[in-house]
């Protein structure tokens, strides 16, 4: 694969070229879950929202703890101190604050990423604002796809060469490389125990390739 430069790009731009696109997909289970799940409180005074989200926080940390998820799998997304505020005849009354500690926690393998959100609510937890999956290593699936987007675009390639009825060179005198990664679809499950519907992940990988015609 190669880099376009100034001359390159006015050579593959002449007459005698075919230009094909490839594309390769391959799809694979996720091995890992990412979920966002934390804490909010309120209180009229502020110590006091934080404390007792402190509090809460440490026991959600512990129960992930006792599932066998390491403290390097969990940290923090995101730590706020709102107001808390109403509104009456357009004149704001403070009502007191609100403490939010979101964590981010990795899961693997993905069938316990149900329980760790059980785990999280029954410890205190009253956020779970968000799932996802996704592969620790992509990278292996991603050159599975490349080569099946190679053969697509030598395919393309050949076939257009025979209906014009004229010779393919046999390697390509140009790869550009144009990829793009799909994770699956979030899914919750409305039963008393948590259900995570993972889905597949799909690898994309896209290349345009560029035949010189002598």
């Known amino acids: ?8 790009l006015k050579e593959c731009l002449c007459d005698h070229t075919i230009t094909v696109f490839g594309t390769g997909e391959v799809s694979t289970p996720p091995d890992r879950a990412v ?4 804490v909010t409180t309120t209180s009229e005074q502020v110590a006091e929202a934080q404390e007792e989200n402190a509090m809460l926080i440490a026991a ?3 129960s992930l703890h006792s599932l066998g998820i390491p403290s390097g799998n ?3 997304s995101d730590y ?3 107001e808390n505020v ?3 005849n357009n004149v704001k009354i403070l009502l007191g604050y609100k403490v939010t500690h979101l964590l ?3 899961v693997e393998p993905v069938r316990e990423a149900g329980a760790a959100i059980d785990a999280a609510v029954a410890s205190g937890a009253n956020v779970v604002s968000d799932i996802r999956f996704e592969l620790k290593d992509p990278n292996i699936v991603y050159q599975k796809a490349l080569a099946i987007a190679i053969k697509d675009g030598e395919q393309k390639a050949k076939t257009i060469a025979q209906a014009l009825q004229i010779p393919l060179p046999h390697s390509p005198h140009q790869i550009v490389e144009m990829s793009s990664y799909s994770p699956s679809s979030r899914m919750f499950s409305d039963v008393q125990t948590t259900q995570i519907q993972t889905g597949q992940l799909v690898i994309t990988a896209q290349l345009k390739i ?3 015609l002598i």
């Open 1 to 8: 694969m190669t880099n376009i430069n100034s001359n390159q």
């Open 35 to 38: 979920i966002i799940t934390g």
């Open 60 to 62: 959600v940390v512990s």
């Open 74 to 76: 969990i940290q923090t």
């Open 80 to 82: 706020r101190i709102e």
């Open 86 to 88: 109403r509104y009456e």
């Open 104 to 106: 981010k926690v990795y």
């Open 210 to 212: 560029i035949y010189l």
